[in-house]
């Protein structure tokens, strides 16, 4: 079954309405046809209750992002029984919802699959778009396939025992949103927010669904959603998953917007107060000068990015416009990498 909820859904408010919305997907499948990965820390009776659907619950870490465990998942899948016509619900963060999507994308060619994000991150970026895949070679993401879920199902409940780290790992997506779409940004810190963040999910979610919507497979414009991950994946893979994304983000954003200063004119003070921001909640990130020539690999290293001119990057005009491909020489990217590490 193939149907298309996912770009008309709405975002729901109460946990009665997020399982009206669950139930609605649900009696769409046959009932012996629907099965639950879930992680092992999710809350997961906020969303199905004591539902009696077979449940594989995985522990899961950036570390563990591997191939292996969408072989557990396969095996779940197929001991199961499970046909073309199943699906598949995810309940987790960003690195389940992407090896659980990719699962889907493969097992039997394709199956149906609806996100339900536990964490911060995922609601407002990694659980939206159909990016899915796994880590490999120590490279982010570098098996995957693109494969939308048919709806994402968001339950505010599930921040309310969100860890500190998880929470500001979800405000590096924040700031790159609202750097993205607005142009007169407001850059909250993280640690003043929790109470008010039903309208921020909204926001990010609907600014993510209108650039995917237009451009699934990232052919253009959807490009600029990689603002702050040139630099950021590069970290990420050095520090071999002991990073968590959200950081990275905000420390690529660092790197970005000086980039946007120096090339294009961008808005100063932006820079330093996303740099005060970086430095007051998430702590200056730990690099030595041989760390520099490794990230500059492993940027180089992601063929989608090198170019004779340089590597490409996503930078800002100014807020609310970015520009993609922009090929930026190795020495400004030291210089770049080097302000990160010397504020
Ligand atoms: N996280 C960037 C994207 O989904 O395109």
Redesign the pocket.
């Known amino acids: 079954m193939q149907i298309f909820l996912y770009f008309c859904s709405d975002f729901y408010r109460t946990t009665m309405e997020t399982n009206s919305q669950l139930e609605r997907i649900l009696s769409l499948y046959d009932s012996q046809q629907i099965f639950v990965i879930a992680d092992v820390n999710a809350h997961y009776e906020h969303v199905l209750g004591a539902l009696p659907y077979p449940t594989l619950q995985l522990s899961v870490s950036a570390a563990t992002k591997s191939l292996d465990r969408v072989t557990e998942m396969w095996d779940f899948l197929n001991n199961h029984h499970a046909t073309r016509h199943a699906l598949l619900v995810l309940i987790g963060g960003g690195t389940l919802t992407d090896m659980g999507g990719f699962a889907a994308a493969t097992y039997l060619r394709g199956i149906d699959y609806v996100n339900v994000p536990t964490t911060l991150l995922a609601m407002v ?2 659980s ?2 159909g ?1 899915t895949g796994v880590n490999y070679a120590g490279l982010k993401n570098r098996i995957g396939a693109f494969h939308q879920p048919i709806d994402v199902v968001i339950e505010p409940r599930f921040l309310e025992t969100l860890p500190e780290t998880e929470w500001l790992s979800g405000w590096g997506e924040v700031i790159k949103t609202t750097l993205l779409s607005e142009s007169h940004p407001i850059l909250h810190n993280p640690s003043e927010q929790r109470e008010a963040i039903l309208p921020i999910i909204r926001a990010c979610a609907a600014y ?1 669904k209108a650039i ?1 919507a237009d451009d699934p497979t ?1 052919q253009g414009l ?1 490009k600029v ?2 603002l702050g ?1 040139t630099v950021g994946h590069a970290l990420e893979e050095v520090a071999g998953g002991q990073m968590a994304h959200g950081y990275a983000v905000i420390y690529g954003l660092v790197a970005a917007l000086y980039l946007s200063v120096v090339r294009l004119d961008f808005p100063r003070e932006i820079l330093t107060q996303v740099t005060h921001i970086m430095v007051e909640e998430y702590g200056r990130p730990i690099c030595n000068c041989k760390e520099i020539d490794t990230l500059i690999d492993k940027m180089r290293a992601d063929k989608k990015n090198a170019t004779h001119d340089g590597i490409l990057f996503t930078l800002l005009r100014q807020p609310g416009e970015p520009v993609y491909n922009q090929a930026i020489p190795e020495q400004q990217i030291r210089e770049a990498v080097d302000y990160l590490f010397s504020v």
């Open positions: 970026d990694a939206i778009g990016k993510k995917v990232e959807r959603l990689n991950h």
